[in-house]
């Protein structure tokens, strides 16, 4: 084994343990005294856990259960009540229940919730997790995993344009990511994000069309963001085919499609078509005041970081390799500065269309094409 593959493992299991470090973290709202939910888990989790239920019929496993009073038994144990919630939830037996699993966050409507306001692909990780074992950690090792895996398409791809060592020390550069390396801890769906738009950037260069296409549907079947990087792949290809274009976007449709098959399947077509139609406008307006938002532009100079924990401390600050890329992208306007313009772009077009409450989270898709182009940069400075 060569030294740079060891010193990529080495980086990677460096990452797995900082980000091991967020995962451990105890959360709120979960178990009274124990274990919860960290950030926007509470929404996605919960969601997962009913898309779990309803959707494929099977339960979480876990000893815990969210009934009714009237369910109760001799042998139940109330582990938590609720205020937001006509429910309470128990160990032990129970002659009904409303859902198994681990202790709700205490929201209302909370039972119900499918967050269909964003696409259901990172839900159904979540889901097969909570199916094995519904605990925090497990929730989160999909998104260490993928972390991970993002790390070496990073390193892959950067190899393809600047060689070992830079795509090395690019590939290192990302321990300094908060953002990308805060994700990787917590079961939310931007780490999802940034693999798929990773594998997108790494498939293309490769020459691989379909693949290219399956991996634009993957990741906009995260979040609807996650098309971002359509208008990139369209001035690309639209200069040299536009049958490899029309190859691309048929692949993409596709993609999104069936893995939105048991969402359509579950609601019907009709109310399937309005609830997307329904997230779109929600994703274009803007929300009441909450958490610290933040402007694309805000990205680039890592201010009004939102908050994924506190005590001890965790923002999703980001890093300065944002901005030297995209400077870097402008001039150099190659296929990756392509990608990469196209995904950050895309957030500018959201604030711009009205919705003012973007937070720092969201610069976990484009990290990796960041960092690709930095590679790029060094590889270009060295030769100078």
Known sequence: MRYSHVALVLIMALFIYLSYSVASLPGSDGLPGGNGYISD??????????????????????????????????????????????????EGDVTCYIRRGFPYPDKEGILSYYNLEHPPLAKYVIAAVEAVRDEPIFWRLPSMALGAATLLLVFLTA??????????????????D???????????????????????????????????????????????????????????YARRSFRELAAV???????????????????GVERWIHEIVSALSWHTTSRPPGPTASTPLDWLFMQNSF??????????????????????????????????????????????????????????????????????????????
């Open 41 to 90: 888990e509470v929404w996605y989790v919960t969601s997962a856990r009913n898309i779990l239920h309803d959707f494929f019929g099977v339960s979480a496993n876990s000893p815990y259960y969210t009934t009714t009073k009237t369910c109760l038994t001799n042998e139940s144990k109330v582990v938590k009540e609720y205020v937001n919630i006509d429910a309470v939830t128990v």
């Open 307 to 384: 908050a994924i924990y506190i005590n001890p401390d965790v923002y999703a600050s980001g890093t300065p390799a944002y901005l030297v890329a995209l400077a870097y992208a402008l001039y150099k306007r190659d296929d990756v500065s392509a990608l990469y313009l196209s995904t950050y772009g895309g957030y500018w077009l959201v604030y711009l269309a009205g919705n003012h409450t973007l937070y720092s989270f969201y610069t976990a898709q484009f990290s990796p094409l960041a960092h690709i182009l930095v590679a790029g940069l060094f590889a270009s400075l060295s030769r100078r």
């Open 249 to 267: 976007l048929l692949m993409a449709m596709s993609t999104f499609l069936l893995v939105n098959m048991p969402i359509a399947g579950h609601l």
């Open 159 to 176: 190899r393809k344009l600047a060689g070992e060592l830079w795509a090395l020390a690019a590939t290192a550069l990302m321990l300094f």
């Open 178 to 236: 908060n953002t990308f390396r805060a994700m990787l801890g917590i079961a939310m769906l931007d780490v999802y994000l940034g693999f798929f738009t990773a594998l997108l950037a790494y498939l293309h260069l490769s020459g691989r069309l379909l693949g290219t296409g399956a991996a634009l549907g993957l990741a906009a079947s995260v979040k609807y963001s996650g098309a971002f990087p359509v208008f990139g792949l369209a001035y690309l």
